[in-house]
């Protein structure tokens, strides 16, 4: 069985908005949580009622 002090986990989370992807890191840090959160703008294309979307949105990278 793996030791629970060396795993770790890394979650890739989407978010409308800059602010938003702040305020969710700072309130995941702030409750220790997270250790790291790396945000950044992406383009996603995505299908939706058999329409492609293209959109503009910020991810959160959450170790």
Do not use: G
């Not at 030791?3 to 995941?28: G, K, M, Q, S, W």
């Not at 702030?30 to 939706?48: G, H, M, R, T």
């Amino acid at each position: 069985m793996a030791d629970i002090n060396r795993c770790f986990l890394v979650f890739y989370v989407t978010h409308p908005d800059e602010a938003t992807a702040r305020r969710i890191a700072e309130a995941l840090m702030a409750e220790k949580l997270v250790a790291c959160s790396n945000i950044f703008p992406v383009q996603s294309i995505y299908e939706w009622n058999n329409a492609p979307v293209h959109e503009s949105e910020w991810v959160s990278v959450l170790e």
